[in-house]
């Protein structure tokens, strides 16, 4: 002991690293349960910041008993608590609504995005159902002007056997990141699949109607 | 009991049938302002309603029964290996495009899966990265510029527009088609069993889209048919520009874009 206090020996300084090493391991072996999400930052670039909040939704897909049950209202509530805090659904909501926003009072918008937010839980779940072992999300090298505000970042969910299926996110930049509002699933844009049939609710019971609608497809 | 099978399906026949005339009436009274592009919406919902009730009541029970049935290689075996018949119709449509490189990719994606994937079984040109590029007749007169037409619901066949249509029926009748090979075949039971099969493996590989629809649509017409031509679009444009278009949404832009934004709760 008094020794390795005067003398700063070769011995006592490959001792502490080996313990170093050791906690170093320990704790890596401690975090490395395939449930540990990685911390999303949605300031990253844009294929960084979609690339971890998907891994992160199929990490936890992929090993829920629940969902291996076929228990798909996991897959929404998982989606809920890793997906949509990245989404800006109330201008998937708005621009779904187009012209008609502008009809619809305070407490009708309000309404409406939360009846819509069902249906975009269980869109995003659906590009997650069916995943097995072996799925994986791969990134597209990003196209486009990186300092856009209003960007694509397109992906592949790979399964072990049969086509890989193209999901694409559109990202704008906030002050406070980067935030998804639409997406596509084999060049379906969710959106753009929604305006015909929000204007024509619209049209048929006006936006009461379509809120009324929306609620009635929450509880199916 | 026999008597009882050989019955049910022309009940039921007649039943999607008396389904159809109710629908037909009462389609064409309710549009009030079809979409542009579906200048026949009253008809076609009928005919929707009327593939509706059939599929209902015949093609999706028989397509959950098959994949109940079937083992999971087994079926995937199936698909992969119509996919490698489909990839040598998408290769002949590439070069139609004038589209060197899917051509010889796709080329490629059948030669790599009839030998090693053991005769399409397998598909290991996707597990190396060689991506299915999907092409039709369709898109072939889309890339030509000819624009889709009208969309139609086909009976049985379903979603379709006066372009894809044509070309399909143009492509039977012509004897140029993804089922060209099969019906070389000269044994007649074997050539329809195998186009039946085919039927059958395209119905299953639609189910999971099938509750997908039924799970977020507000009105499955009007999403099937957007979806759609919503691809077929897609399809075209990433063919004859750098990157599929994105979808402007900007004209619709609110005025009072900046104003304080509603609590959600």
Redesign the interface.
């Known amino acids: 002991m008094h020794d390795q206090h005067t003398s700063f020996s070769i011995t006592g300084m490959s001792r502490r690293l080996f313990m170093a090493a050791c906690v170093a391991l320990a704790a890596l072996v401690a975090v490395a349960p395939a449930h540990a999400q990685a911390p999303v930052d949605p300031k990253a670039e844009p294929n960084v910041f979609v690339e971890t909040i998907a891994s992160n939704a199929l990490q936890a897909v992929k090993n829920d008993e629940a969902v291996k049950r076929g228990d798909?209202k996991r897959i929404n509530e998982l989606v809920d608590q890793l997906i949509m805090p990245y989404v800006n659904f109330?201008k998937t909501t708005?621009?779904a609504a187009?012209?008609h926003?502008?009809q619809a009072n305070?407490?009708q918008?309000?309404a409406l995005?939360?009846a819509f937010k069902g249906?975009l839980i269980?869109?995003y779940s659906?590009a997650l159902?069916?995943v097995d072992a072996v799925s994986r999300i791969d990134i597209q090298p990003f196209?486009g002007d990186a300092n856009a505000d209003d960007v694509?970042v397109r992906s592949?969910v790979n399964r072990s056997?049969?086509?890989?299926v193209a999901v694409d996110y559109?990202l704008e930049k906030t002050p406070q990141g980067w935030k998804v509002y639409?997406l596509n699933i084999?060049?379906?844009?969710l959106?753009?699949?929604?305006?015909?049939?929000?204007a024509?609710?619209i049209?048929?019971s006006g936006i009461d109607g379509?809120i009324e609608?929306?609620n009635r497809?929450n509880l199916? | 009991m026999k008597n009882q099978t050989r019955h049910t399906p022309r009940r039921r026949y007649s039943l999607g049938l008396a389904a159809a005339a109710v629908a037909l009436a009462s389609g064409c009274a309710t549009v009030?302002?079809p979409?542009p592009r579906d200048p026949l919406e009253s008809f076609n919902r009928g005919v929707f309603a009327f593939n509706d009730a059939i599929d209902g009541a015949l093609f999706k029970p028989i397509a959950y029964a098959y994949r109940d049935l079937t083992p999971a290689?087994a079926r995937?075996c199936i698909?992969?290996v119509f996919?490698n018949l489909e990839d040598v119709w998408s290769a002949f449509n590439s070069l139609l495009q004038a589209r060197g490189h899917d051509f010889f990719n796709t080329l490629g994606r059948v030669m790599f899966n009839s030998t090693m994937g053991l005769g399409g079984c397998?598909?290991v040109a996707?597990m190396n990265g060689a991506?299915?590029i999907n092409n039709d007749l369709g898109t072939t007169l889309g890339v030509w510029g000819i624009g889709t037409g009208p969309y139609l619901v086909a009976p049985i066949w379903g979603p379709t527009t006066l372009r894809d249509g044509a070309a399909t029926l143009g492509g039977l009748a012509a004897n140029v088609s993804p089922i060209t090979p099969i019906k070389a075949i000269d044994d007649v039971p074997v050539r329809n069993s195998i186009i039946g099969l085919y039927a059958l493996d395209t119905r299953e590989s639609l189910l999971?889209a099938d509750e997908?629809v039924n799970?977020?649509?507000?009105?499955r017409y009007?999403?099937i048919?957007?979806?759609y031509l919503?691809?077929r679009d897609?399809?075209v444009n990433q063919r004859t520009s750098d990157?599929?278009a994105?979808?402007d949404?900007s004209d619709?832009e609110?005025p009072d874009y900046t104003d304080p934004?509603?609590?959600?709760?």
């Open positions: 798909l109330e708005r621009l187009g012209r926003w502008r305070p407490e918008r309000a995005v939360e249906t269980r869109t659906g159902a069916n196209r694509v592949l056997n049969g086509p890989s559109r639409d084999e060049n379906i844009w959106i753009q699949n929604y305006r015909n049939q929000f024509q609710q049209q048929q379509l609608a929306l497809n199916k | 009030e302002s979409s290689p995937s698909r992969n996919g397998i598909d996707t991506h299915k999971d997908l799970r977020t649509a507000l009105d009007s999403f048919r957007d979806a919503q691809r897609a399809l990157g599929a994105l979808p949404y619709d609110l934004q509603p609590d959600t709760q």
